[in-house]
């Protein structure tokens, strides 16, 4: 298993037209996610449909991951509903901040980056929860014909929960962020 890179060796910088050229040296197995991040991250930021910050190694300078997030709503079906009236929450849906594309670069896999940006993630929802309420980090986990690549073992060893089952496709998680002092 490779080393842990640690949280004082990564830098984080928001995308933006400076950082371009380097977007051509992003490697991943998942090559949609690697499109995503060199044709379309920076005009969905311009048109503020999302955010990409670029999670760099400090003692290479390398660009070893990335994170897009957007705002979203998780609506509480009948499990969810009945186990929220118990807590006095009786609301049709609860605000959420969606991670829409997380990736790590194929050099850097296994090495602590995927946390890294979960963990910034609830740094910035406790930044938001200063102005605005926000609940829970929500996302379409990403399946992989080659099952010990599949995105689900990572977000499930973070702590995430199965949303919805689903035949075909990503897999919509969630994880409740009162729940985080428990852990
Ligand atoms: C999923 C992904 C983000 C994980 O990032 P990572 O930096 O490699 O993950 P970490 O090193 O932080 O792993 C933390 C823990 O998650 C679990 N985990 C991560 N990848 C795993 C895998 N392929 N299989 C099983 N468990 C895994 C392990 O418990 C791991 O701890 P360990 O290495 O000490 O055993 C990365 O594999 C990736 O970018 N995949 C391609 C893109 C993708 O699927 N993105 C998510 C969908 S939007």
């Known amino acids: 298993m490779p080393g842990k890179i640690s949280?004082?060796?990564?830098?984080?910088?928001?995308l933006s037209e400076k950082?371009?050229?380097?977007?051509n040296g992003f490697k991943s197995f998942e090559k949609e996610l690697v499109d995503f991040l060199k044709n379309d991250a920076l005009d969905?930021?311009?048109k503020k449909i999302s955010k990409t910050h670029l999670f760099f190694h400090k003692p290479t300078g390398k660009l070893s991951g990335y994170i897009t997030l957007l705002t979203d709503k998780i609506s509480l079906h009948a499990e969810l509903k009945e186990a929220f009236k118990k807590k006095g929450i009786n609301y049709k849906s609860l605000p959420a901040l969606k991670i829409g594309r997380l990736c790590v670069h194929d050099d850097f896999l296994r090495m602590g980056i995927g946390t890294h940006m979960l963990d910034w993630t609830v740094f910035v929802i406790k930044k938001i929860n200063e102005f605005a309420g926000c609940r829970f980090i929500?996302?379409?986990a990403k399946r992989n014909p080659d099952k010990s690549r599949d995105s689900i073992h990572f977000y499930k060893a973070?702590?995430?929960e199965i949303y919805?089952?689903?035949?075909?496709?990503?897999?919509?998680?969630?994880?409740?962020?009162?729940?985080?002092?428990?852990?």
């Not at 919805?164 to 852990?183: A, I, N, V």
């Open 7 to 14: 949280v004082s060796e990564i830098v984080v910088e928001p």
């Open 164 to 183: 919805k089952e689903r035949e075909k496709g990503s897999t919509p998680m969630y994880k409740d962020l009162s729940k985080l002092s428990e852990e």
């Open 158 to 160: 973070k702590g995430f």
């Open 44 to 46: 969905n930021q311009e």
């Open 19 to 23: 950082h371009k050229t380097l977007l």
């Open 138 to 140: 929500t996302i379409d």
